[in-house]
Nanobody, 127 residues
Framework: QVQLVESGGGLVQAGGSLRLSCAAS????????MAWFRQIPGREREFIAY????????RYADSVKGRFTISRDNAKNTVFLQMNSLVPDDTAVYYC????????????????????WGQGTQVTVSS
């Protein structure tokens, strides 16, 4: 069983920055594929970014490329999402997710790949 706890959300003005953190349990964290998703009520969960265990493979959604940075600290079992140049369309609940098998399948940007999820943290960007 893997537990994920997000933190760092909040209210920020457009153009501002936030840094989300996700603390994970589990001894094999360094092997997990970790990802961030976001969701607006009534819409499907949207892929934001993923990072492989050794930080070799990283991918971003086009909507956040150049503004968001995913990183991880395996010594602290934590994955981060640095969000810069935020816009109102970034408003959502942000979730971190873990694929403990690190399958790196073609569906790696689909939420169905990830077995464990955090409770989510709200990010609100005001105009």
């Amino acid at each position: 069983q893997v537990q994920l706890v997000e933190s760092g959300g909040g209210l920020v003005q457009a153009g501002g920055s936030l840094r989300l953190s996700c603390a994970a349990s589990g001894r094999a964290f360094s092997s997990y594929l970790m990802a961030w998703f976001r969701q607006i009520p009534g819409r499907e969960r949207e892929f934001i970014a993923y990072i492989s265990g050794g930080s070799i493979n990283i991918r971003y959604a086009d909507s956040v490329k150049g503004r968001f940075t995913i990183s991880r600290d395996n010594a602290k079992n934590t994955v981060f999402l640095q969000m810069n140049s935020l816009v109102p369309d970034d408003t959502a609940v942000y979730y971190c997710a873990a694929d403990i098998h690190a399958t790196m399948s073609p569906l790696v940007t689909s939420p169905t790949v990830y077995e464990y999820w955090g409770q989510g943290t709200q990010v609100t960007v005001s105009s």
